[in-house]
């Protein structure tokens, strides 16, 4: 377990002085449930990571578009922390991966259910604020959120990460990504595929998801999220 909480904070860049946040931040309430001494869930997390979130987000659409008005900043703000492009972030950041969750939640798909993995995203965000203060949470959300502000105010969040990642590479690698389908799993109704994305300099992002051009978009957000830290 603790390699694989080794593991969140790699991908969170964060350390925590108190792992037992971080712990309940990823546990389920099916994996609370269904073992004793499993600890709280992370439900009184997430609504503290909502409140940071929406804080953290409109103070940056505030400082980032001056001239927009109430009503732009709102919507930008909404497209930003609605459901599925909060799920699309805790993919990029693996959190799928290292949800705690109950056997029933398991066998029925909760690693891929966007509900479940927004609330998980937020329980982090929270628990980053907890552990850290709000600069380090306001840190994380701001580097997790950075590929997916629009240039305007006007236009609305966007959610194509191929598009991004392509003109992000083209200017720092001179290429374009290439990907290639390495598998799949799951029953006909419920197939989860798996996409390898491979930059020039050889480095390597897996995504999966329902359908093969969500598993692309899964890649290449987790490319951007790596080569736009390290600017």
């Known amino acids: 377990m603790g390699e694989q909480f080794s593991g969140v904070q790699d991908c969170i860049d964060y350390q925590f002085s108190q792992v037992k946040l971080l ?65 699309d972030v805790a993919r990029t950041l693996h959190l799928d991966t290292f949800l705690l969750l109950g056997r029933g939640e398991e066998t029925q798909g909760g690693r891929e259910r966007d509900s479940l993995l927004s609330d998980a995203l937020e329980a982090v965000f929270g628990a980053v604020f907890l552990d850290g203060g709000y600069a380090a949470a306001k840190r994380l959300i701001l580097a997790v959120f950075e590929s997916c502000w629009p240039e305007d105010s006007n236009v609305r969040p966007s959610k194509d990460h191929k598009s991004r990642l392509q003109e992000i590479t083209q200017r720092k690698l001179h290429s374009l990504p290439v990907y290639r389908l390495v598998g799949s799993h799951g029953p006909e109704h419920e197939k989860v595929f798996m996409v390898a994305l491979e930059l020039s300099d050889g480095r390597v992002f897996e995504g999966h998801g329902g359908s093969v051009k969500k598993a692309e978009q899964t890649a290449a957000a987790r490319a951007i999220h790596t080569l736009l830290s390290e600017e």
């Open 23 to 87: 712990r309940e931040a990823l546990t389920h309430s099916s994996y609370a449930n269904e073992r004793e001494g499993a600890g709280p869930d992370n439900e009184r997390l997430e609504f503290l990571g909502d409140a940071v979130l929406e804080l953290c987000i409109s103070e940056e659409a505030f400082r980032r578009y001056p001239e927009a008005h109430e009503g732009q900043m709102t919507r930008i703000r909404s497209g930003l922390v609605k459901e599925k492009s909060l799920a």
